[in-house]
Antibody
Framework: QPQLQESGPGLVKPSETLSLTCTVS??????????WGWVRQPPGKGLEWIGS???????SYNPSLKSRVTISVDTSRNQFSLNLSSVTAADTAVYFC??????????????WGQGILVTVSS | DIQMTQFPSSLSASVGDRVTITCRAS??????LGWYQQKPGRAPKRLIH???VLQSGVPSRFSGRGSGTEFSLTITSLQPEDFATYYC?????????FGQGTKVEIK
């Protein structure tokens, strides 16, 4: 089964760009038509899908964040990354990377990373 | 976006109790509904997909039902390890959306 691990800075200043990477093992980010995505969870709150990358570089984003989000994939390193620009305190959250299904299952999350807390503060 | 209304937001129960959590979708999502369990500091763990299909390894005291807009997760004979927060997820329509969560606490 795939293993996913998030990495990146735990503290980002307001107005700057949050950058995280998800390293995948025991699977390939370039395999078939699976989607690879990001989900976040503000402290004490619920889950929000941020967006996904699939098919070697195509992307799908949550409309609520679309103007600030970029997700990319590095197949040589078997990683995918999240950039979220112009962050504010409201972007403070645990960020999870996850594998999603394919086809009709493309928005279903089956395997998750452990999550990484990112705090936005000066 | 499809809104997922989940209730109750929290409940207190005792070991051995039967509990039911409900999720209501703002439009028809067929059976494209999953349930997840999350414990503090951990990633969500999948329990059920396709509304009622139990994930391999999940105890049979968990069950799901529903279709269209009304769904439920039932835990029969609550065990100590079941105290957690539960989320529903609709994956029928872009963007995927989660319910607000139900925290199951020890009475």
């Amino acid at each position: 089964q795939p293993q996913l691990q998030e990495s990146g800075p735990g503290l980002v200043k307001p107005s700057e760009t949050l950058s995280l990477t998800c390293t995948v093992s025991s699977d390939s980010v370039n395999r078939g038509s699976y989607y690879w995505g990001w989900v976040r969870q503000p402290p004490g709150k619920g889950l929000e899908w941020i967006g996904s990358v699939y098919n070697g570089g195509s992307t799908s984003y949550n409309p609520s964040l679309k103007s600030r989000v970029t997700i990319s994939v590095d197949t040589s390193r078997n990683q995918f990354s999240l950039n979220l620009s112009s962050v504010t305190a409201a972007d403070t959250a645990v960020y999870f990377c996850a594998r999603q299904g394919s086809g009709n299952w493309r928005y279903y999350f089956d395997y998750w990373g452990q999550g990484i807390l990112v705090t936005v503060s000066s | 976006d499809i809104q997922m209304t989940q209730f109750p937001s929290s409940l207190s129960a005792s070991v051995g109790d039967r509990v039911t959590i409900t999720c209501r979708a703002s439009q028809d999502i067929r059976e494209d509904l999953g349930w997840y369990q999350q414990k503090p500091g951990r990633a969500p763990k999948r329990l059920i997909h396709a509304a009622y299909v139990l994930q391999s390894g999940v105890p049979s005291r968990f069950s799901g039902r529903g279709s269209g807009t009304e769904f439920s997760l039932t835990i029969t004979s609550l065990q100590p390890e079941d105290f957690a927060t539960y989320y529903c997820l609709q994956y029928n329509t872009y963007p995927p959306t989660f319910g607000q969560g139900t925290k199951v606490e020890i009475k």
